[in-house]
């Protein structure tokens, strides 16, 4: 049996907005796993659902680039130790040469591109220089490049903290920032139905069985339930069936009633530093051991 710290609790509380002891309550039931825990607490129609903004700690930004054809684009991620460091002039230089480099030599990973050159030097010794000159490591975390046969739109939202890059046939530029907009603010898994994982689409199937079990429904009606409740699931995860965030409410258009006889292809958004979880320095302690050291 796992041993369930207030710090457990207290992640698991942000992550749903469920109770403190509801959370320490699921926890134990799961064995201390948070995803379960989650889980648990959906299934009793406590939470929800995890907060989608979970735990952003890492610095840094996420920064587009489009060519002048709008027909080959990339996304990337480079992150640094604190945000200060993202706003350097040196920072944003190295990541503008590193997106210009994707978008023309084409890496598949984050290590094929670190055995290219830049400038005439390695990557690692590119690294290393921006690091000595900002005073701070610097590391690349991500990228994803596009070459299309449409137009290709980005959108950098509160300078740097969260990156789309979209893929689109028709339409014209304000439909694409339109969509690149809404894809920053409403968070979509995929374009449609069919672009759903498989893996996500049985999890959250799962998840409402027990839950309209937990309810006490019938097992007899419980499946028709589902389906129906899976629809709202599709509507908030797939871009083209969520409720078009710039629209009059009373409107009620969807994604796909802006886009007319334009299509999205595909999107990818990155949320700067989801994923990573930054070590939270003890400031009281840090100021504790300065006295302590002085005093000596």
């Known amino acids: ?26 926890l134990a039931a799961v064995d201390g796993d948070e995803q379960k825990a989650i889980d648990y607490l959906r299934e009793k129609g406590i939470a929800k659902a995890a907060k989608k903004s979970g735990r952003i700690a890492a ?19 480079l992150n640094c130790e604190t945000d200060f460091a993202a ?13 210009k480099l ?25 690294m290393g220089e921006a690091t000595a000159t900002i005073g701070e490591k610097l590391s690349i975390r991500r990228f994803e ?19 789309v890059l979209v893929d689109i046939i028709g339409g014209n530029d304000q439909l694409g920032k339109d969509v690149a907009m809404q894809i920053a603010a409403s968070v979509p898994l ?25 309810e006490g429904k019938p097992e007899k009606i419980v499946d028709r339930m589902v389906e129906g409740r899976i629809n709202k699931f599709y509507k908030e995860v797939c871009l083209l069936e969520q409720d078009f965030v710039k629209a009059d409410p009373s409107e009620k258009k969807t994604v796909k009633d802006i886009l007319g006889k334009a299509k999205v292809v595909r999107f990818v958004r990155y949320q700067l530093g989801e994923g990573i979880e930054k070590k939270k320095d003890d400031f009281a302690a840090e100021v504790a051991a300065q006295v302590a050291g002085s005093a000596k």
Not at 9 to 24: H, N, P, Q, S
Not at 145 to 163: A, F, N, Q, V
Not at 201 to 211: G, I, N, Y
Request: proline share 2%.
């Open 102 to 126: 994707i978008a023309d030599k084409a890496p598949e990973s984050v290590e094929e591109l670190e055995g290219l050159k830049l400038d005439g030097k390695s990557i690692t010794d590119v």
């Open 1 to 26: 049996m796992a041993t369930i710290t207030p710090k457990m609790v207290k992640d698991l509380r942000e992550k749903t907005g469920a109770g403190m002891m509801d959370c320490k309550k699921a």
């Open 145 to 163: 490049r596009y070459e299309t046969e449409g137009e290709l739109t980005s959108y950098i939202h509160m300078g740097g903290k969260i990156g």
């Open 59 to 77: 610095e840094g930004a996420v920064a587009a680039y489009v060519s002048d054809d709008k027909k080959t684009g990339v996304l990337f991620e």
């Open 190 to 214: 995929a374009v449609d139905r069919a672009g759903v994982k498989a893996d996500d689409l049985e999890h959250e199937k799962e998840v409402l069985r027990k839950q309209a079990l937990e």
């Open 87 to 99: 706003k350097n002039a040196e920072f944003k230089a190295l990541q503008s040469k590193l997106m």
